[in-house]
């Protein structure tokens, strides 16, 4: 049964850089077909998409995001992670990593399962 | 504000039946898959509908979706008090970016 883990500082100052990491479980990072990905939850919001990674280092991001965020992969400890610079109180969200169907061939799938339980990450001095 | 616009708030009676509209446009759903997910208060998201209609193994039939031009839609049957969740439809933009709906809360009352 795959299995995802946030882990990485709670709180992290205005300014700096905001950095998490996701280990895989039960499974592996390098499998065909999947993506891996960062979503985030503002509290009391709805879900924002990051970005998303394929084990071979191929990124998405979202374009709103884009020039803050990196997302790279560690697939001899089955990991990926988060780097979000010059944070802000808005970037004060839940976030959650989680394996993507993601497969561009006309119509595109982008679905995602399973989720990690997601981590509270405050941006505060 | 969110690219795919959902009903903030449904609600129903136990064992009825309740639909929720996701609506966006031919940059997003009109042309790609669409995905449906259930958020139980305090806990992570979870996949309920991929491809349009497809349902994960261990998710119960009461759940079905589908999509017509550029919306789509989740319908619950014989709902219960169980379903009481926050409701989130995702698909692919053409900016190159995954979106999600605003999410919908369902009240079962």
């Known amino acids: 049964q795959l299995q995802l883990q946030e882990s990485g500082p709670g709180l992290v100052k205005p300014s700096e850089t905001l950095s998490l990491t996701c280990t895989v479980s039960g499974g592996s990072i390098s499998s065909s077909s999947y993506y891996w990905g960062w979503i985030r939850q503002p509290p009391g919001k709805g879900l924002e998409w990051i970005g998303s990674?394929?084990?071979?280092?191929?990124?998405y991001y979202n374009p709103s995001l884009k020039s803050r965020v990196t997302i790279s992969v560690d697939t001899s400890k089955n990991q990926f992670s988060l780097k979000l610079s010059s944070v802000t109180a808005a970037d004060t969200a839940v976030y959650y990593c989680?394996?993507?169907?993601?497969?561009?061939?006309?119509?595109?799938?982008?679905?995602?399962?399973?989720w990690g339980q997601g981590t509270l990450v405050t941006v505060s001095s | 504000q969110s690219v795919l616009t959902q009903p903030p708030s449904v609600s129903a009676a136990p064992g009825q039946k309740v639909t929720i509209s996701c609506s966006g446009s031919?940059?997003?759903?009109?042309?790609?898959?669409v995905s449906w997910y259930q958020q139980l208060p305090g806990t992570a998201p979870k996949l309920l509908i991929y491809d349009n209609n497809k349902r994960p193994s261990g998710i119960p039939d009461r759940f079905s979706g589908s999509k017509s031009g550029t919306s789509a839609t989740l319908g619950i049957t014989g709902l219960q008090t169980g379903d009481e969740a926050d409701y989130y439809c995702g698909t692919w933009d053409s900016s190159l970016s995954g979106v999600f709906g605003g999410g919908t809360k369902l009240t079962v009352l």
């Open positions: 989680a394996r993507s169907l993601f497969y561009i061939v006309g119509a595109t799938k982008n679905w995602f399962d399973p």
């Open positions: 031919s940059s997003n759903i009109g042309n790609n898959y």
């Open positions: 990674i394929y084990y071979s280092g191929s990124t």
